[in-house]
């Protein structure tokens, strides 16, 4: 997952204009309380104190299935789910019911109500049952990974990759291997460029940035080049990216049709179709990676346009701290709070992961009502994070408000749990600290290089909910070469 990293990327471009420890200790100091200790005991679900009235669950507003299905297929939002997010929340308020199947879910659409949640929950959190990824690796006798392994079992396993993945001194060993496919991002970059009729446009950067973030984590994870960036991408590796779209376009069709259509309807044999491409893909690199080792062995023996001041500003600092023709380190971006700002920034408005969910296996109370153990709560984080209740100006650009010494006049985060992209506590997107080192060292280098300007022809862009948010055309930029 952490290859999706540089979807968010390639809306910092066009916008301007997931280490944690165990138990989530330093996840959760990270994020500090949004009331003073005080004030935050008589919360609901806070602990002990004075407490509000319970509520009825009856309290809360209801969605019925069949309106919601007539919205996903009839009106057409099955590839819209973060926009039904601002109509629901419009409508109800922020906290509503729903249900798929006999399952209730309990959407949530502000920042206090998410906090309690994730605040309260336990030493193995679920995320969802992840049940069509668990029905396909059961049809091919495939064990189950981080995103599918629950309990103490999924605990193990997460501490051991813990302690290679989130630790940022561990996460800066792959500077080197990210630089190396950086530069052959810029080269292949600069020959799109040639190529255009202006000599300075790439037509489609958001299927360039995807081939970039395949291409650098397959090498991270398999110490293996794909061929993302070559001139003529190898047909295997071609089939690869296609099912990846297909298994995640198809995976919404068969989360909300019934099990019925199934062999009636395409949806989900395209949807397993594509997850054995990829678990193809997966183990033919993996075999290879073993063949190469035991070689070695044998060998040795026993032994969005950005707003053109901020990108004027992105430049002076970046080029303050590396000078263009110099190749960015990690220890560089403790001196580029700005960049990290665009990307914080870019990840608020256009969250990759829109909709995340949790399963709390205990009785929780949220916001005065009790809800039983094995509650699902769904969280709805593209609307809040454009909660004018949690961000001042909430639809506008504004990396400065990630600043501690911003100016007062700039808009302000005003709640923590406003923006979580990478999610909170001991569940958090394990390839968190390695997406982030992708998108500080690719976006310094092309601020070095390049002036990013919108390609006139691509026009207003939105977004598509394909599980994760992508936009819905080609992203067509210009990249103008800066004078050194």
């Not at 509000?52 to 309290?59: A, F």
Request: hydrophobic letters at 40%.
């Amino acid at each position: 997952m952490a290859a999706l990293g540089c979807a968010r990327l390639r809306w910092a471009l066009r916008g301007a204009g997931r280490g944690l420890c165990p138990h989530g200790a330093r996840a959760k100091a990270a994020i500090p309380a949004a009331l003073p200790s005080d004030k935050a005991t008589g919360a609901p679900g806070a602990g002990p104190g004075v407490r509000r009235r319970q509520r009825s669950l009856e309290e809360i507003p209801r969605l019925g299935q069949l309106r919601f299905f007539f919205q996903l297929f009839v009106q057409g939002y099955a590839l819209q789910l973060h926009q039904l997010q601002v109509l629901y929340k419009a409508k109800y308020g922020p906290m509503w019911m729903s249900y798929l199947g006999p399952q209730m879910h309990v959407n949530l659409a502000s920042a206090p109500l998410l906090e309690q949640v994730m605040r309260q929950e336990g030493k193995y959190p679920v995320r969802n049952d992840m049940e069509l990824w668990k029905e396909h690796r059961d049809q091919h006798d495939l064990t189950y990974g981080p995103f599918t392994t629950e309990g103490h079992h999924w605990y193990q396993l997460r501490q051991a990759l813990n302690q290679r993945l989130l630790k940022p001194a561990e996460a800066a060993l792959y500077t080197d291997a990210f630089n190396e496919v950086i530069d052959d991002f810029m080269t292949r970059l600069d020959q799109l460029r040639a190529e255009s009729a202006s000599g300075n446009q790439v037509s489609d950067m958001a299927q360039l940035f995807y081939y970039f973030a395949l291409e650098a984590i397959c090498y991270i994870l398999f110490e293996k080049r794909i061929g993302c960036l070559q001139r003529s991408i190898p047909e295997d590796t071609v089939t690869f990216v296609r099912s990846i779209g297909l298994m995640f376009q198809n995976s919404l069709y068969a989360t909300f049709l019934p099990k019925w259509t199934r062999p009636v309807l395409p949806f989900w044999k395209r949807y397993l179709d594509g997850w054995n491409a990829i678990f193809s893909f997966g183990k033919k690199l993996i075999d290879e990676k073993l063949e190469d080792m035991e070689a070695q062995l044998q060998a040795a023996g026993p032994d969005g346009i950005q707003d053109p001041e901020i990108q004027e500003a992105l430049h002076e600092e970046v080029v303050g701290v590396v000078p263009a023709g110099q190749v960015p380190q990690h220890k560089d971006f403790a001196h580029m709070p700005l960049l990290k700002a665009v990307l914080k920034e870019t990840l608020r408005l256009y969250p990759v992961v829109p909709t995340n969910s949790r399963i709390i296996e205990k009785e929780i109370e949220v916001d005065g009502f009790l809800f039983p153990k094995n509650t699902q709560f769904v969280f709805c984080h593209y609307v809040v994070s454009r909660d004018p209740t949690a961000f001042s100006e909430p639809e506008s650009f504004q990396p400065h408000r990630w600043l501690r010494n911003s100016q007062p006049a700039t808009p302000r985060i005003q709640h923590p749990f406003g923006s979580v992209p990478f999610g909170y506590g001991v569940r958090a997107c394990l390839g968190r600290r390695i997406a982030e080192l992708e998108m500080q060292l690719l976006l310094a280098r092309l601020i070095q290089k390049y002036k990013v300007v919108l390609a006139p022809e691509t026009g207003e862009l939105k977004s598509v909910a394909r599980i994760v948010l992508v936009p819905n055309k080609k992203v067509g930029l210009q990249f103008l070469q800066r004078q050194c």
